[in-house]
């Protein structure tokens, strides 16, 4: 299993960013992704989780109706579109999935919202 995360940067508040996760090793249209983030000393949360289909998503209170997560299977890739970014969204994001008892995450990407 193999989840590459893309997209991050350095951004004004108020501003968009969209991360990418491609995924690999696994069959991905069965699974449900999630997208977390952890900020220097607090703990990782979760930001967004879409289903296999993407026909349901939920998301962390913090990010409600800013963030959007989306998925395409066909290219094994799952998307979070940000906006309205706020310095407080400043972490490093990661992909994840779960498969039974095993959790597997990215390397994260860095977002840095900043003026």
């Known amino acids: 299993v193999q989840l590459v995360e893309s997209g991050g940067g350095l951004v004004q508040p108020g501003g ?23 900020a220097p000393g607090k703990a990782r ?10 026909g349901s998503t939920d998301y962390g209170d913090s990010v409600k109706g800013r ?9 094994k ?22 498969q039974g008892l095993s959790v597997y995450w990215g390397q994260g990407t860095q977002v840095t919202v900043s003026s």
């Open 77 to 98: 890739t799952v998307f979070l579109q940000m906006n309205s970014l706020k310095p407080e969204d400043t972490a490093v994001y990661y992909c994840k999935v779960n």
């Open 67 to 75: 963030f959007a997560i989306s998925r395409d299977n066909a290219k």
């Open 45 to 54: 949360e979760l930001v967004a989780r879409i289903s296999s289909t993407g």
């Open 16 to 38: 968009s960013l969209r991360l990418s996760c491609a995924a690999s090793g696994f069959t991905f249209s069965r699974y449900t992704m999630s997208w977390y983030r952890q």
